[in-house]
């Protein structure tokens, strides 16, 4: 065992090592010992100074300080740091004919309301309507009957109905849950979703502030497609073109789940049979899940 007295600079780490030597959990060992040596091996490569240490104490504690019930700064910085995206995609291997999976992000809430196929889940909101059809398959092909689908998104402004301060959950808009039908489809309609900056009025704000770094995340709608037998699928699908996908700010854009949201005109008919008296869009997707 390494000797706890006179340490210095070097010798630390071993001796901090060696305290976790007697850890019952061997998975918790293996991450607390990697993480006190990279951890120690990073302030040794940039020489970290006793102000700079208590400046990144303070910013995490003001990170945690800003967490609530419908914030989470925390992973709004893992997401920032490319961190959420990196543990998803080693958890989250894929066939190549599986859709890819993203960031959970920061604005999901459980328990949101089950709709009936076809469903607006935007009543009543500014925005250019959006009519979604899409398909829940295995990667072979084969529809997913009875899958659980849950929507989130943004509305034309780029706000989450969570970011409203007045905001509670019998207040739910833009999200839902809905099932796949004996075809492993799934419809409903909504407002084209827009461009947004994630929170920057909090400790990630400053940091991407100070770094010089874009806030902002192209245009998508959220899903979290489950069925039994197959990995829960998290995934975003992004609006074609946009000009943020290429500098996202969490990291999170997969060619896969880049889609082509269609610009219609008025009076067209849409795919429920309705005919909207202004220009909307139609996003026609099928999701593939990955087997267990």
Same mark, same amino acid.
């Given at each position: 065992?390494?000797?706890?007295?006179?340490?210095?600079?070097?010798?630390?780490?071993?001796?901090?090592?060696?305290?976790?030597?007697?850890?019952?959990?061997?998975?918790?060992?293996?991450?607390?010992?990697?993480?006190?040596?990279?951890?120690?091996?990073?302030?040794?490569?940039?020489?970290?100074?006793?102000?700079?240490?208590?400046?990144?104490?303070?910013?995490?504690?003001?990170?945690?300080?800003?967490?609530?019930?419908?914030?989470?700064?925390?992973?709004?910085?893992?997401? #920032?740091?490319?961190? &959420?995206?990196?543990?998803? @995609?080693?958890? !989250?291997? +894929?066939?190549? *004919?599986?859709?890819?999976? /993203?960031?959970?992000?920061?604005?999901?809430?459980?328990?949101?309301?089950?709709?009936?196929?076809?469903?607006?889940?935007?009543?009543?909101?500014?925005?250019?309507?959006?009519?979604?059809?899409?398909?829940?398959?295995?990667?072979?092909?084969?529809?997913?009957?009875?899958?659980?689908?849950?929507?989130?998104?943004?509305?034309?402004?780029?706000?989450?109905?969570?970011?409203?301060?007045?905001?509670?959950?019998?207040?739910?808009?833009?999200?839902?849950?809905?099932?796949?039908?004996?075809?492993?489809?799934?419809?409903?309609?909504?407002?084209?979703?827009?461009?947004?900056?994630?929170?920057?009025?909090?400790?990630?704000?400053?940091?991407?502030? #100070?770094?010089?770094? &874009?806030?902002?995340?192209? @245009?998508?709608? !959220?899903? +979290?497609?489950? *069925?039994?037998?197959?990995? /829960?699928?998290?995934?975003?699908?992004?609006?074609?073109?946009?000009?943020?996908?290429?500098?996202?700010?969490?990291?999170?854009?997969?060619?896969?789940?880049?889609?082509?949201?269609?610009?219609?005109?008025?009076?067209?008919?849409?795919?429920?049979?309705?005919?909207?008296?202004?220009?909307?869009?139609?996003?026609?997707?099928?999701?593939?899940?990955?087997?267990?």
């Amino acid at each position: 065992m390494a000797t706890q007295r006179n340490l210095d600079e070097t010798t630390i780490t071993d001796a901090v090592v060696d305290q976790f030597a007697g850890t019952p959990d061997p998975r918790l060992k293996h991450i607390m010992t990697s993480l006190v040596r990279h951890l120690h091996d990073f302030a040794r490569e940039v020489n970290l100074t006793e102000d700079e240490w208590f400046q990144g104490i303070d910013f995490l504690t003001r990170t945690g300080h800003t967490c609530s019930d419908t914030r989470q700064e925390f992973i709004l910085l893992s997401d #920032a740091l490319g961190l &959420s995206q990196l543990v998803v @995609a080693q958890n !989250h291997k +894929r066939a190549p *004919a599986a859709t890819e999976q /993203t960031v959970f992000g920061p604005f999901h809430i459980e328990g949101a309301t089950p709709q009936p196929d076809g469903a607006n889940i935007a009543e009543s909101m500014p925005g250019d309507p959006l009519f979604v059809t899409a398909q829940v398959t295995g990667i072979d092909g084969t529809p997913i009957v009875g899958a659980t689908v849950d929507v989130w998104h943004a509305d034309a402004e780029g706000f989450y109905d969570l970011q409203d301060p007045n905001w509670s959950r019998d207040e739910m808009r833009l999200r839902a849950v809905f099932q796949t039908n004996t075809d492993g489809r799934f419809s409903f309609r909504t407002i084209q979703p827009s461009a947004y900056p994630i929170p920057t009025d909090g400790p990630v704000g400053e940091m991407l502030q #100070a770094t010089n770094r &874009s806030a902002m995340r192209p @245009a998508h709608v !959220h899903f +979290r497609v489950s *069925a039994p037998s197959y990995d /829960t699928l998290i995934t975003h699908i992004f609006v074609a073109g946009d000009r943020w996908l290429e500098s996202d700010a969490v990291f999170g854009v997969r060619s896969s789940c880049i889609a082509d949201f269609i610009r219609r005109e008025a009076n067209e008919t849409a795919p429920d049979g309705s005919k909207p008296p202004q220009p909307f869009y139609t996003l026609d997707y099928t999701f593939r899940l990955q087997p267990i």
